[in-house]
């Protein structure tokens, strides 16, 4: 049994949906929780203290351990604030899930730089305020773990959504230099793109009798969820720099390739008229590699040159 006794993990957005759930199940394995939320609504709006504190109330009650947390992730001192709490009540902070979000749909044309401003605020910088600080805690551990829950939606695109989109797919980009960074102290990092029917995904659908006859919903159970999350968070995990899906009791890596493409000859200067001739090579999927750092991409491309990267 993957076991979590003597480790300290922070989740921020657990008071509600897929969050709580990633902090109960956390804290039935051992670990002692940070549960953060400021308990607003999906908007962001708003405050309740109640929230993170009914779901500190709910571990205790199965004789767990947690302690609350009610500070924004959407600041560098929220971020600190979390960390701090984890460190002065537990001793150590051995893993991040960093899943607080909201959620809007607005479409491209009427989206408002403040509706850009506030969604990247929340997702995108409040997983950079939390995990820095870890990151330097774990690195002086030389151990530590970062879940941070990205979206299909980021991956992949959906409508109505370009500033969460945004937002997530950006949180792929910061656990790749994490996870780059990170692996010679100990401290790995990979996300998952999670499907759960919570308050993101009855507000996405908007008709609440809608919910109830579309049969994708009635499959998308949260709790189908919670595993690979835990076990990302976990010591069991010895991997880094991965993506995964978590759809309906289905669990896939989902990975970024990089085609064998055209390579123009070196001699000659190509053209937007080569680029038209080699479309086919320049838009197959097919042989491909999934580059481990911008570096793997540009050694390749040197490789078939025959220069050698680090001399003239």
């Known amino acids: 049994m993957i076991d979590f006794t003597g480790q300290a993990v922070v989740v921020t957005g657990a008071g509600r949906g897929l969050g709580r759930l990633y902090a109960i199940e956390l804290?039935?394995?051992?670990?002692?929780?940070?549960?953060?939320?400021?308990?607003?609504?999906?908007?962001?709006?708003?405050?309740d203290e109640t929230v993170a504190g009914s779901v500190v109330n709910e571990i205790h009650a199965a004789g767990?351990?947690?302690?609350?947390?009610?500070?924004?992730?959407?600041?560098?001192e929220g971020g600190e604030?979390?960390?701090?709490?984890a460190v002065n009540r537990f001793g150590r902070l051995d893993?991040?899930?960093?899943?607080?979000?909201?959620?809007?749909?607005?479409?491209?044309?009427?989206?408002?730089?403040?509706?850009?401003?506030?969604?990247?605020?929340?997702?995108?910088?409040?997983?950079?305020?939390?995990?820095?600080?870890?990151?330097?805690?774990m690195k002086s551990q030389g151990y530590g773990r970062f879940v941070f829950i990205?979206?299909?939606?980021?991956?992949?695109?959906?409508?109505?959504e370009a500033h969460y989109a945004a937002a997530k797919a950006g949180l792929v980009g910061l656990a790749n230099v994490i996870a780059i960074e990170g692996q010679r102290h100990g401290i790995l990092a990979?996300?998952?793109?999670?499907?759960?029917?919570?308050?993101?995904?009855?507000?996405?659908?908007?008709?609440?009798?809608?919910?109830?006859?579309?049969?994708?919903?009635?499959v998308i159970q949260p709790e189908l969820v919670v595993?690979?999350?835990v076990?990302?968070?976990?010591?069991?995990?010895?991997?880094?720099?991965?993506?995964?899906?978590?759809?309906a009791g289905r669990f896939a890596r989902v990975f970024v390739g990089l085609g064998e493409g055209w390579l123009a000859d070196p001699e000659t200067n190509p053209s937007a008229d080569d680029i038209a001739e080699h479309l086919s090579e320049v838009t197959a999927t097919e042989p491909f590699t999934v580059p481990g750092s911008i570096f793997d991409e540009v050694f390749g491309v040197c490789d078939r040159l025959g220069v050698n990267a680090f001399s003239q």
């Open 64 to 76: 767990g351990t947690a302690v609350v947390s009610h500070d924004s992730v959407d600041s560098p």
């Open 81 to 85: 604030a979390i960390v701090d709490l």
């Open 27 to 47: 804290a039935r394995r051992g670990a002692s929780v940070v549960v953060n939320d400021v308990g607003g609504t999906m908007h962001g709006s708003g405050a």
């Open 231 to 247: 076990y990302l968070a976990s010591r069991a995990c010895d991997f880094t720099h991965h993506n995964y899906s978590a759809c």
């Open 95 to 137: 893993a991040v899930v960093s899943n607080a979000g909201i959620l809007t749909s607005i479409p491209f044309e009427e989206l408002s730089a403040d509706d850009w401003r506030r969604m990247l605020s929340v997702h995108l910088d409040g997983g950079f305020y939390v995990s820095q600080p870890a990151y330097r805690v």
């Open 227 to 229: 595993p690979i999350v």
């Open 190 to 218: 990979n996300t998952v793109l999670p499907f759960g029917l919570s308050r993101m995904a009855t507000n996405t659908v908007g008709d609440p009798e809608a919910v109830e006859q579309i049969g994708f919903l009635k």
């Open 150 to 160: 990205s979206s299909s939606g980021g991956m992949f695109g959906q409508p109505l």
